[in-house]
Every structure is written in C-alpha cells, then in structure tokens.
C-alpha cells in the first residue's frame, strides 16, 4: 500500500474509506449516472449536486448514521461505490443498518468485498458497535453474495419492509455480530455478556 493512506478512515490493498465531502459532488453523481442500469430496481442513489448535497449532509450531520466513500486508491482515489451504516442505536442494542452500492466500473472486482471488509471492522472497533443488519430484496443475487461472502448470516425475511420504486418490497434480513467476526474488540464485549 502506499505511504499517504492516512487520508483513509480505513485502508485495504486496493480500496480505502473515508467520509462524504461536498467536493465529491461532481464525481458521485457522474458515476451514479453512469451506473443507472445496474442499480435499478434496487437502489437509486443521488443523480445531481443538488440530491447529493442532501444525501451527503445528511450523512455528515447525523450521528446516528455513518458514511463511507470507497476510494480505489491504486487508481487515483476514484470513487469505486459507497457503504452506509443508518438508523444507529447506541445503549445496550448497539446496531446499524447498512446500504451500499459499487459504481458500474467497480463492479465485479471485488472492490465493495475489501470495503465492507474495512467497514466491518470499523464499525465493530472505533464506532464500538455488536450488529450491524443488511436487508436485501430477495431478487438481488448479487448484494445476497456479497453479504454472504462477509460472513453475514440470513435470519428473515419481512414481507412489505421498504418502499422503493413505487412499491413496498419484501426483504431478507441478513446480520452479522463483532461476536461473529472475531475481532479483538469486540470479543472483550462478548467474553463480557
């Protein structure tokens, strides 16, 4: 890896993570356009400055959520997709939901694999959290293999959960603990339960 990673929260072989910034704006939204056709019908993220600025200051300005831009870094930092963790709740049920999406030119590479790798281990070390949740439109094969592929387990599925595209969609509920991924942190809180 290279020397200057610390601009990264987190940083792997070939993907880093680091905040949502105003200055992303332009690339984000270019790349949300040009990824239309594989993100449809299961995600829609901000085609415009004008979307991504709520998108992004939302993400910025709420602390019950966090979100991660994921940075090719042995490609000049472009944006490779995203990985959000919402609906943070903190006390004795320390969990989040994520969203995620890979940009066209980043998919099947296994660049959103490493990034929620490192997404993982932040949110089950700094941000000190047990579960984090993925629901998922049974349909979505490949978000289903990513989540597979990181050790997320499927505990259920909830006919009706969200509304998106014009419908409310049924979702399998896949989980994951800090317990489950073994990491040194988080088996200090789990010894402890």
Do not use: K
Request: aromatic fraction near 10%; include cysteine; glycine fraction near 12%.
């Amino acid at each position: 890896m290279p020397d200057d990673l610390g601009r990264f929260l987190a940083a792997g072989p070939r993907v880093g993570l680091r905040p949502f910034s105003p200055d992303d704006a332009e690339e984000f939204t270019a790349r949300a356009r040009e990824s239309r056709e594989l993100h449809r019908p299961w995600l829609f993220p901000p085609c415009t400055p004008e979307a991504y600025a709520g998108y992004a200051g939302a993400l910025v300005g709420d602390p019950a959520r966090a979100g991660f831009l994921v940075c090719e870094h042995t490609e000049g930092d472009r944006i490779a997709g995203f990985v959000n963790i919402n609906n943070i709740v903190r006390g004795a049920f320390r969990s989040g939901a994520l969203g995620y999406g890979a940009f066209a030119h980043a998919a099947g590479r296994g660049l959103l694999t490493e990034a929620l790798g490192l997404v993982l281990a932040y949110a089950f070390g700094p941000l000190e959290l047990h579960r984090l949740e993925a629901n998922i439109q049974p349909g979505n094969t490949a978000s289903r293999a990513l989540v597979r592929r990181a050790g997320f387990r499927l505990e259920g599925f909830s006919p009706a959960m969200l509304f998106i595209d014009g419908a409310w969609r049924d979702h399998e509920r896949w989980a994951i603990t800090g317990c489950d991924q073994g990491t040194r942190q988080a088996a200090v809180r789990c010894a402890s339960r």
